[in-house]
């Protein structure tokens, strides 16, 4: 009976299928996770203050106000601990930004002064020192002509790049708070480069007012447009021509620059021909010529220029050059939003490009004092005239308000500011002389008992107030 059940029990056994699964082997139990570290409970945030010592209350009284500010805008507290440490404002920047010269420089003088032989000269051989130029105007479409003009107006093709320690100027304008908002952003801008290691700050040196190296890009625009011309890696817009000028052609691509286009050209304009047309509105050339104003060199127009609408500007007045401003131009002053700046950048240019002088030169004219270009804005105000705040400068307002009192007066309506105007204006605005006594042809003196005459109800009679200067 044992027997059978041996002999069943190894049948079973051969039947079995030979892949036994087999119960998983025990596994070690899992160590024990750490207890998470509480977190500390928030107290009250710790105002983010700088380290600014500087003695000068303003300064460090702007310096704990801006301090914040710089950090919500992306500017680590590390980097505002470091650069702001022992920082103290500069006297020379704050002397500089307060300076108003009593007289302004005529702008004849002003573009006399800079497009001479000697730089034309200069620039001339300059073209053929970078390498880069046929890539640059390639890439960007602005002839070498405009970047040698700049380069030349800018730093003397690099020469003079300016010593100032942009961070500690831009702080100082913003301190004296003149120009606040405009030296806050300069400042962030400044700081942001040296956080992100591409310049340390001893390396960004410049003008007393922050624009740098050797085509002076200020920090905003070195951060938006500054570029790689020589292709090493860097935008060293210091100690590279090729990246200098290559960062100029952005500025002024973005600024709406077109390939092709003039920048401006010197007209002739007819007999009798409406001035007040000047610094308005924006005709063809061909529209232009159907008011007789032609180009002054007698050469008809491109085809590329025919059909862009242009400006006509006489800078100097009616007795001056007078030149068709086109979109170019205008794009040059996104570089510096000057009138004398842009027709000194585009005339050297002519002149690189072997254009020669003027058909018309420029007028001798007299400077203005401050207190007379300030006394010719007050008295267009006292007549009713709009020309802003009257701060010695000027403008746009000033000359468009100026157009429309010349021509109402029957002169030509120039917007030209001469000495002649600043006295006929002044005269307008001056209050009558009172009329002389006449001689008395009675006795000397009036009787002891003689009654002075009762005063009139309407009190003493005075002269009319003068306007307000």
Not at 35 to 63: C, E, L
Not at 157 to 184: K, Y
Not at 328 to 353: E, Q
Request: proline content about 12%; hydrophobic content about 40%; glycine content about 8%.
């Amino acid at each position: 009976m044992r027997r059978r059940h041996l002999l069943l029990f190894l049948l079973l056994a051969s039947c079995a299928s030979p892949h036994v699964k087999y119960p998983p082997a025990p596994q070690p139990a899992p160590a024990p996770r750490p207890a998470p570290t509480p977190r500390p409970t928030p107290g009250p945030v710790t105002p983010v203050t700088p380290p600014t010592a500087s003695g000068d209350i303003a300064f460090d009284t702007w310096a704990a106000d801006f301090y914040p500010r710089a950090v919500a805008a992306g500017i680590a507290p590390a980097t505002l601990d470091r650069e702001f440490a022992g920082l103290t404002p500069d006297p020379r920047v704050g002397n500089l930004d307060n300076h108003q010269p009593e007289f302004s420089k005529p702008l004849s003088d002003y573009i006399k002064g800079v497009v001479t032989p000697g730089r034309d000269a200069i620039g001339v051989r300059k073209r053929a020192d970078v390498p880069q130029f046929d890539f640059i105007e390639m890439s960007y479409g602005v002839p070498r002509e405009i970047l040698l003009g700049i380069w030349a107006m800018e730093s003397g093709f690099g020469a003079i790049q300016g010593d100032f320690d942009v961070v500690r100027s831009m702080a100082t304008l913003a301190a004296q708070g003149r120009r606040r908002a405009f030296a806050e952003h300069e400042l962030i801008a400044a700081l942001k480069i040296i956080q992100s290691g591409e310049f340390s700050r001893a390396q960004l040196h410049g003008s007393w007012a922050g624009a740098m190296g050797q085509t002076q890009l200020i920090p905003s625009s070195f951060l938006s447009t500054a570029v790689d011309g020589d292709l090493d890696g860097k935008r060293d817009i210091w100690n590279s021509p090729a990246d200098a000028l290559a960062s100029a052609a952005n500025l002024l691509y973005k600024g709406g620059w077109k390939a092709g286009q003039s920048w401006a050209r010197e007209v002739s304009t007819p007999a009798g021909f409406d001035w007040s047309l000047s610094e308005g509105p924006k005709l063809t050339p061909l529209e232009w010529a159907a008011k007789g104003v032609v180009r002054a060199d007698g050469l008809p127009w491109t085809d590329i220029d025919q059909p862009v609408p242009a400006q006509l500007v006489a800078p100097t007045g009616a007795r001056g050059p007078v030149f068709l401003l086109f979109p170019n131009h205008f794009a040059i002053r996104k570089y510096n939003n000057s009138l004398a700046y842009a027709l000194a950048v585009g005339l050297l240019a002519d002149r690189y490009s072997g254009m020669g002088p003027l058909v018309k030169p420029w007028p001798q004219e007299t400077p203005l004092s401050l207190a007379d270009r300030m006394t010719a804005q007050r008295a267009l105000a006292a007549l009713g005239y709009d020309v802003g705040a009257p701060d010695g400068v000027v403008g746009l307002k000033t000359r468009a308000a100026l157009r429309t009192w010349q021509q109402a007066r029957g002169l030509t309506a120039d917007g030209y500011l001469s000495l002649a105007m600043v006295q006929k204006l002044t005269a307008e605005t001056q209050p009558p002389a009172a009329p002389t006594a006449a001689p008395a042809t009675g006795p000397a003196s009036a009787p002891a008992d003689a009654v002075p005459p009762a005063p009139s109800a309407a009190g003493p009679e005075t002269a009319p107030s003068p306007p307000p200067r």
